[in-house]
């Protein structure tokens, strides 16, 4: 099962850097996390400034142009966490291409009170240089609201809705929208199993998709 659509071709969450990180706590209830890493680097070619595919794989990632990442985290209340993250990199390219400078930003809230749960994000990107603006992918953002309900303490339900497009900064229309519905079974505190449906629409039809997908999780 794959995380969604937002965390994947807009935030490439699943991927690993090599670099160096610190956290700590500003006052009660507020929160940083700082860090300096390897970064992305986008294909010159073919797949240029698709975010998901310019992850690196840590130890072999080209480390030209490092990124800066950071966060700040508020939990006013317990149940509720806010939160507003950046990430700056000065060559996407790490040095194949022309500069393309990019700054990713990312605001998310998650709140629990109760069996109910909600979570919400927007994240968005901002390119520089003449090729990806040519593509129009000079300008990515996308974000999803889920909200959830625990009917037990082995059961629990979850509906979100995604809109994400990858190529925002022309006037052709690129955005995916996607509906994703489904349940969560508990076999412990460690172990979820999980089934959902998934209906997403494209801005041609050949780009449509729906299907189910299970998966497991674990918690260590």
Do not use: C
Request: glycine share 10%.
């Amino acid at each position: 099962m794959e995380r969604n659509p937002i965390e994947t071709a807009i935030i490439p969450t699943s991927w690993r850097e090599a670099g160096i990180g610190l956290r700590g706590d500003l006052a009660p209830g507020i929160g940083y996390d700082v860090a300096v890493h390897s970064g992305l680097k986008t294909d010159v070619m073919g797949d240029a400034f698709v975010i998901r595919e310019a992850t690196q794989e840590g130890s072999h990632a080209v480390a030209e142009d490092p990124a800066m990442t950071a966060r700040i985290k508020y939990t006013p209340i317990p149940g509720l966490e806010l939160a507003l993250s950046g990430q700056y990199q000065d060559d996407l390219t790490q040095g194949e291409a022309k500069r393309a400078r990019a700054f990713l930003w990312e605001t998310h809230a998650v709140f629990q009170r109760g069996p109910f749960g909600l979570r919400a994000l927007y994240a968005a990107w901002d390119i520089g240089g003449d090729q990806a603006q040519a593509l129009g992918r000079d300008q990515q953002n996308g974000w999803y609201v889920e909200p959830s309900w625990r009917l037990s303490d082995q059961w629990g339900v979850f509906a979100r809705y995604n809109r994400w497009d990858t190529a925002a900064g022309d006037s052709a229309d690129s955005k995916f929208r996607q509906i994703d519905v489904g349940f969560n079974y508990w076999l412990s505190e460690q172990v979820v199993l999980k089934l959902d449906y998934m209906d997403k629409n494209g801005p041609t039809a050949d780009l449509d998709d729906h299907g189910v997908n299970a998966g497991v999780g674990f918690s260590f």
